[in-house]
T-cell receptor, first 109, second 116 residues
Framework: GQNIDQPTEMTATEGAIVQINCTYQ??????LFWYQQHAGEAPTFLSY??LDGLEEKGRFSSFLSRSKGYSYLLLKELQMKDSASYLC??????????WGAGTKLIIKP | GAVVSQHPSRVICKSGTSVKIECRSL??????MFWYRQFPKQSLMLMAT?????????EQGVEKDKFLINHASLTLSTLTVTSAHPEDSSFYIC????????????FGPGTRLTVT
């Protein structure tokens, strides 16, 4: 079967750094996405990785290791507005997105 | 960036009635649109994939006669929930994928459906 695993919930402090991990097993691979979703809203795109390595975009970075079936999203200089769910999704051989259950990130002052 | 709209944003209907939700890509042509459902504190669940001009492909367990999907043009897809029941109450989100490239899906803002 196909599955995406990520922690259910994480807590971090404002101003700190947090790393959200994602492991996957899918039929084929055409890229990995990270989305942010605030409660009651639709997901918004954060990053896309298709090659191994680190992609940096401002305070957010995303890393991919295809051989390990592993990715992480790194959030720096955390702000209260970063409190949200973070969804990991993998595009499989049919370009269908397989979604993780999401990681709820709680930021404390 | 690419913009996807959904209408209505919220709808309350009585049990047994039908509700239509529209999903539009405003500044690009969407060859493929996706319909998701999300229950509180749960992840997105793909309901169906629709390609313009062809029948939608439904995920296992999703009743195609209950959730009617029409993708009549490259900018519009509709989801009709027929004979709605309280258990159909959920957050319905559409996304669209353009012709160029196969990766990113652009999400609409979602529709909150409440069936009383």
């Amino acid at each position: 079967g196909q599955n995406i695993d990520q922690p259910t919930e994480m807590t971090a402090t404002e101003g700190a750094i947090v790393q959200i991990n994602c492991t996957y097993q899918t039929s084929g691979f055409n890229g990995l996405f990270w989305y942010q979703q605030h409660a009651g809203e639709a997901p918004t795109f954060l990053s896309y990785n298709v090659l191994d390595g680190l992609e940096e975009k401002g305070r957010f970075s995303s890393f991919l290791s295809r051989s390990k079936g592993y990715s992480y999203l790194l959030l720096k200089e955390l702000q209260m507005k970063d409190s949200a769910s973070y969804l990991c999704a993998v595009s499989n051989s049919n370009y269908q997105l397989i979604w993780g259950a999401g990681t709820k990130l709680i930021i404390k002052p | 960036g690419a913009v996807v709209s959904q209408h209505p944003s919220r709808v309350i209907c009585k049990s047994g009635t039908s509700v239509k939700i529209e999903c539009r890509s405003l500044d690009f042509q969407a060859t493929t649109m996706f319909w998701y459902r999300q229950f509180p504190k749960q992840s997105l669940m793909l309901m169906a994939t629709s390609n313009e001009g062809s029948k939608a492909t439904y995920e296992q367990g999703v009743e195609k006669d209950k959730f009617l999907i029409n993708h009549a043009s490259l900018t519009l897809s509709t989801l009709t929930v027929t004979s709605a029941h309280p258990e159909d109450s959920s957050f319905y989100i559409c996304s669209a994928r353009g012709q160029e490239g196969f990766y990113e899906q652009y999400f609409g803002p979602g529709t909150r459906l409440t069936v009383t």
